[in-house]
């Protein structure tokens, strides 16, 4: 069993959409969970991680924890075509283990 | 600051060649990975270096691959002989130091552009 599993996707929405990323992970220890963020022939950058559980907001990027159910969310408000990019969950338990991404098209 | 920097940043070759490929870290920073990352699939550990030591080589395909971290800075990844399986883009990333987490903080890893290789 994957330590992280993410919706493949691909998504496609229009500008000023609400974009919902999702993933599920298997290990109720684990308590880093991390949002990267991958522009085409670019490495990951770190968008957003949290701690535990419960949720982090910054600017348009809301993330969510549900240890409860194991599952992990990025919301994206305000969608912008600058954010269409392939989004990658993470949890870290002394390493990165990576969902496989879901590429994510914003249309204007 | 300057980022992680890696070469080539594409390499084409044949199978059974072999294939070099070099990152340098963030100033400072004592921590370095090796990430593969096949397409539609997310970055997957290879090898991480803490200083000069090797920390995790567990997923590292010792049979082909090599690293090394000379100096604690610069590292190369090396795979002889290439296999067609091993198309994939090579990633490295660097971090202050490994594990220092807290509640409030996190040490991030901070990705390079990534090699991007394809066996023939």
């Known amino acids: 069993q994957k330590e992280v599993e993410q919706d493949p996707g691909p998504l496609s929405v229009p500008e000023g959409a609400i974009v919902s990323l999702n993933c599920t992970y298997s290990n109720s220890a684990f308590q880093y969970f991390m949002w990267y963020r991958q522009y085409s022939r670019k490495g990951p950058e770190l968008l957003m991680y949290t701690y535990s559980s419960g949720n982090k907001e910054d600017g348009r990027f809301t993330a969510q924890v549900d240890k409860s159910s194991k599952y992990i969310s990025l919301f994206i408000r305000d969608s912008q075509p600058s954010d269409s990019a392939t989004y990658l969950c993470a949890i870290d338990d002394y390493k990165l283990s990576f969902g496989a991404g879901t590429t994510v098209t914003v249309r204007a | 600051e300057a980022g992680v920097a890696q070469s080539p940043r594409y390499k084409i070759i044949e199978k059974r060649q072999s294939v070099a490929f070099w990152c340098n870290p963030i100033?400072?920073?004592?921590?370095l990975y090796w990430y593969q990352q096949i397409l539609g699939q997310g970055p997957k550990l290879l090898i991480q270096f803490q200083n000069n030591g090797v920390v995790d080589d567990s997923q590292l395909p010792k049979d082909r691959f090599s690293a090394e971290r000379l100096k604690g800075v610069d590292s190369t990844l090396k795979i002889q002989p290439a296999k067609l399986e091993d198309s994939a883009v090579y990633l490295c990333a660097s971090s202050q130091v490994a594990g220092g987490r807290g509640a409030k903080s996190y040490n991030e890893q901070f990705f390079g552009p990534g090699t991007r290789l394809t066996v023939l």
């Open positions: 100033s400072g920073h004592a921590t």
